[in-house]
């Protein structure tokens, strides 16, 4: 199966507004979760937003209300919608999907200056 590919990130000013893509091509069955993680220079690889298959979702509690995740099933595609950045939004975005396994894009870099 294939690797999500993700598009959208780039250099915003605090306060913008960014919105990343997610697409998940081919031939792939019964995708369950997909969402996004965010590292940034020396952290962990840190949980932003989920939503499965039904369209549940769930955000980290430092994203909430500034964040919506929304997704496409036809197109097996996700996207984060990002308002109110703050430079310590700033990180690689890394999206996934689920199905037996789960499948990494290579990220997209954001960074909110200050």
């Known amino acids: 199966q294939v690797q999500p590919v993700e598009s959208g990130g780039g250099l915003v000013q605090a306060g913008g507004s960014l919105r990343l893509s997610c697409a998940a091509s081919?031939?792939?069955?019964?995708?369950?979760?997909m969402g996004w993680f965010r590292q940034a220079p020396g952290q962990q690889r840190d949980l932003v937003a989920t939503?499965?298959?039904?369209?549940?979702?769930n955000y980290a509690h430092s994203v909430q209300g500034r964040f919506t995740i929304s997704r496409d099933n036809a197109k097996n595609t996700i996207y984060l919608q990002m308002n109110s950045l703050k430079p310590e939004d700033t990180a690689v975005y890394y999206c996934y999907y689920s199905t037996i396994y789960t499948h990494w894009g290579q990220g997209t870099q954001v960074t909110v200056s200050s």
């Open positions: 081919g031939s792939i069955r019964s995708i369950n979760d």
């Open positions: 939503i499965t298959r039904g369209g549940f979702t």
